[in-house]
């Protein structure tokens, strides 16, 4: 094992709920307003509508280089962050994200502070499998910190996998499946101070 730590971007380091919220005001006109602040995904969060047809085509195209070269950060996720790179991890995002992004990824999180020199894409499928798996393999990280349960599933032995549960409602995190993270936390920053708590004594 070497001292690298895998953390997923959406959720963990970067906060897709005002990324979403920007997108839907850039495709509408229209800033949503609060619906649940308590709601796991974006959708839930904000007081909008399910779209199809053209609407739904229009929004998604908000979803461009610029969009992921600018989301911003989750509150303390920097600073977490730096207290991991200043004791010796080397970090590396491991995000689902399309690949044509993960240039994009990377300039978003450096431009924020993040001490991060290199972001993997990797699909999105909700399969038996982590789509994140065969990256994590191959990276050898000493742990791997995700927001989605179901990343955490077929991950390498060895790897310390840390579960960061967010908000509740809606949340993919519950359930006797939880038994395949070795530890969970509110955010980074709990993470964090947990790890190098534990990695000092």
């Avoid at 800033?31 to 904000?46: G, Q, V």
């Amino acid at each position: 094992m070497n001292q690298i730590i895998a953390i997923d971007g959406d959720g963990v380091l970067l906060d897709n709920h005002q990324a979403y919220r920007q997108a839907w005001h850039k495709a509408f006109g229209v800033l949503p307003k609060l619906k649940d602040p308590l709601a796991y995904w974006p959708m839930d969060r904000w007081d909008v509508h399910q779209l199809d047809g053209a609407d739904h085509d229009r929004f998604r195209k908000c979803f461009d280089y610029q969009f992921w070269s600018n989301v911003p950060a989750v509150p303390g996720a920097v600073d977490a962050a730096l207290k991991l790179h200043e004791v010796g991890y080397e970090l590396v995002c491991v995000t689902a994200l399309d690949s044509q992004f993960e240039s994009a990824r990377l300039k978003n999180l450096q431009n924020l502070g993040f001490p991060i020199e290199r972001v993997v894409a990797t699909n999105n499928d909700r399969d038996q499998v982590s789509p994140k798996a065969a990256v994590l393999y191959s990276l050898k990280p000493v742990a791997f910190v995700d927001d989605y349960l179901p990343y955490l599933f077929g991950i390498t032995a060895g790897i310390h996998k840390a579960l960061i549960l967010r908000e509740p409602n809606g949340s993919p995190n519950i359930g006797p499946l939880l038994a395949a993270a070795h530890s969970q936390h509110d955010d980074l920053t709990d993470f964090v101070s947990w790890w190098i708590g534990q990695n000092e004594k």
